[in-house]
């Protein structure tokens, strides 16, 4: 059995021109210039079920300009949505699939239509499509609740399958985690890190 080697570059979304997509979970966005900024700079965004009307409250609140507000996709069983949110998105061009499979978490779904999108199916493949993405950021807060946690983590398991080599990161006000898998890695930081009262700090 091959040992995996496998290369990550978690802080990417602060870099232009990289492209990545960005996932809104339904959870409160306790860091909006955070959730602003990889908005902004990823090359695709979705929400997810409530996490559409979660993105609307945040924009319809906020004095942040905003280059795209409305999402590329939408996903979800869409029993915590507001109804109203998602026609005005789709409205608006959104494209939103509802997935009504109930074995499986709609975050894990999400990635599973994300992958049709964004992924070639081939990764040697030369002829790269314009959608295709290295990462995927899905923001969401630690709710406090271990089944949600744990759902979150058993996603990022799955994700592989989906999303084949693309990174999946957990992203939020404290915290950037990712699973690492039995193998070999290579983690690139950046030297600095801005921290809460503007200040650089060494990593």
């Known amino acids: 059995m091959s040992v995996l080697d496998k290369v990550w570059h978690p802080y990417m979304f602060r870099n232009v021109g990289e492209k990545y997509c960005t996932v809104l979970l339904n959870q409160p966005i306790l860091d909006p210039a955070l959730a602003f900024s990889l908005w902004e700079k990823s090359s695709y965004r979705v929400t997810v079920d409530g996490g559409t009307s979660v993105w609307a409250k945040l924009i319809n609140n906020s004095n942040f300009s905003i280059g795209k507000e409305v999402p590329d996709l939408i996903t979800g069983d869409f029993d915590s949505a507001d109804k109203e949110n998602i026609e005005y998105f789709k409205s608006m061009g959104a494209e939103v699939v509802e997935t009504m499979?109930?074995?499986r978490t709609d975050f894990t779904k999400c990635l599973d239509e994300i992958g049709k999108r964004c992924c070639t199916a081939n990764p040697s493949d030369l002829q790269r499509s314009d959608n295709d993405i290295s990462a995927v950021y899905a923001y969401v807060e630690n709710s406090?609740?271990?089944?949600?946690?744990?759902?979150?983590?058993?996603?990022?398991?799955?994700?592989?399958?989906?999303?084949?080599?693309?990174?999946?990161?957990?992203?939020?006000?404290?915290?950037?985690?990712?699973?690492?898998?039995?193998g070999r890695h290579t983690i690139h930081l950046p030297q600095k890190l801005v921290i809460d009262n503007g200040n650089e700090a060494d990593i």
């Not at 084949?164 to 690492?180: A, C, H, P, T």
């Open 101 to 103: 499979d109930q074995d």
């Open 144 to 182: 406090g609740r271990l089944d949600q946690i744990m759902a979150n983590l058993q996603t990022l398991f799955l994700s592989e399958e989906y999303l084949g080599s693309v990174s999946v990161y957990l992203i939020n006000s404290e915290s950037l985690s990712w699973l690492l898998k039995p």
